[in-house]
């Protein structure tokens, strides 16, 4: 089983998420799960990868050309691969993962976990989805999500998708458990 881990490239001002990042990447190796994700040494990504090597899990990186350099690529990861886009970049984890979890981060991370949440409502996989919602990092998207829903532009079943955690635990109990929704494929194979 392979895990893909969606956070920041930056490690945040609350020591909380580095913490957390430790957490997620240890709590892997030692379940033996591997790691997957964008392939940077710096930021929370960069301990998420740390964590899970010192653990002696698999830990595979994927990130594009453009950011080798600014996003400082690891070094010591069992696999790195280098693609030519941030496209690809989602493709590629995508098909390495298992499930997706995302630590706190920024923009990027938001994109990354909303569209496999997307994917996940569309029907085009069935994997866990879930936010790692580090002393309450999420808690004001989480709000917003409700007013979504109250407001009609998204079904409870399909929000219900996006599992939330505090804790690295707790979040891979939740994992382990998920069942995908019974819910109808919007687009065949053929069509995507």
Known sequence: ???CVFCGS????????????????ALLAREGIGVVYGGASVGLMGVVADA??????EV??????????????????????????MHERK????????????LPGGVGTLEE?????????????????????????????????????AQGF????HRDI??????ADSMLRAIRRYQPPPVARWIADDES
């Open 154 to 157: 998204l079904k409870q079943v």
């Open 1 to 3: 089983m392979r895990i």
């Open 91 to 102: 493709a590629v984890m995508a098909s390495l993962s298992d499930a997706f979890i995302a």
């Open 52 to 57: 899970a090597k010192a653990g002696g899990g």
């Open 113 to 149: 976990i909303f569209e496999v949440w997307s994917w996940a409502q569309l029907g085009q996989h069935a994997k866990p989805c879930g936010l790692l919602n580090v002393d309450g990092f999420y808690d004001s998207l989480l709000t917003f999500l409700e007013e979504v829903v």
């Open 60 to 85: 595979i990186g994927v990130i594009p050309r453009a950011l080798l350099r600014r996003e400082v690529a690891h070094d010591k990861l069992d696999d790195l691969r280098v693609v030519g886009s």
């Open 10 to 25: 930056n490690p945040g001002h609350d020591p909380a998420y580095r913490d957390a990042a430790t957490a997620l990447g």
């Open 162 to 167: 996006l599992m939330v955690a505090s804790d």
